[in-house]
């Protein structure tokens, strides 16, 4: 990929203060990543799996927090959002005073460089955070690897990992996440049509922690 802004920590913080000001301005949440459908297709999978509502959940690059308050709403009780950006985790927060789900846990955290305390988790859910680590102009290849290796300290054994992504494809996915996880099952997503040709924008998958 090009190297982008949207990889870099000084993007996600102005844009998040910009949410900042609009949510305490107009009770504006903002951009939902993937749109609604894509939160609805995460708490699905859950649902079928029979996830037990009390296991614990990390929303990697949590940004606004609307995933999780969704994930609250259907019951979940054990549930962690991070994000590197300060004006995210504080937004994020205000939200959910809003929305009156005060057991929902946001910490600042650089997912690349977790805190000790950030481990034992059973699902780890990512939209488009591993997509804007893939943008950074500074060594993305190594900091997606330092991704996967964080991802295997967090993650339990046997513990699942939801990743939604917008630049990859299921067999780069694959192969990016080949070091401790397995793949179970690629989730329906949004199919277009161009030129004849069928494809998808979005690539949802699954996979589980070896």
């Known amino acids: 990929f090009s190297p982008s802004v949207l990889g870099t920590r000084e993007h ?14 107009i009770g504006d949440t903002g951009e ?36 999780l308050i969704e994930l609250a709403k259907s019951g979940y009780t054990d549930l962690t959002g991070i994000d ?17 789900m005060s057991n929902i846990k946001f910490k600042v955290e650089d997912f690349l460089a977790p805190s000790a305390e950030l481990s034992g988790f059973e699902i780890c859910i990512d939209k488009g955070t591993f997509d804007a680590i893939s943008l950074n102009p500074d060594n993305a290849v190594g900091k997606r690897k330092r991704y996967v290796r964080s991802l295997c300290n967090v ?19 694959v192969n990016e996440f080949r070091e401790g996880f397995e793949i179970l099952e ?9 030129g004849g040709r069928i494809g998808n924008s979005v690539t949802a998958l699954v996979f589980q922690r070896k």
Do not use: H
């Open 12 to 25: 996600w913080d102005a844009a998040y203060e910009r949410e900042l000001q609009t949510f305490q301005d």
């Open 32 to 67: 939902i990543w993937f749109g609604e459908e894509s939160m609805v297709r995460i708490i699905r999978w859950l649902e079928k799996q029979k996830i037990p509502l009390e296991s614990s959940i990390l929303d990697i690059g949590t940004g606004n927090g609307v995933l």
């Open 84 to 100: 590197y950006s300060p004006s995210a985790i504080q937004l994020s927060e205000k939200v959910r005073e809003k929305e009156g």
């Open 155 to 173: 993650l339990k054994s046997e513990g699942f990992f939801l990743i939604t992504s917008c630049n990859w494809t299921k067999e780069e996915l």
């Open 186 to 194: 690629e989730l329906p997503t949004p199919k277009f049509c161009f």
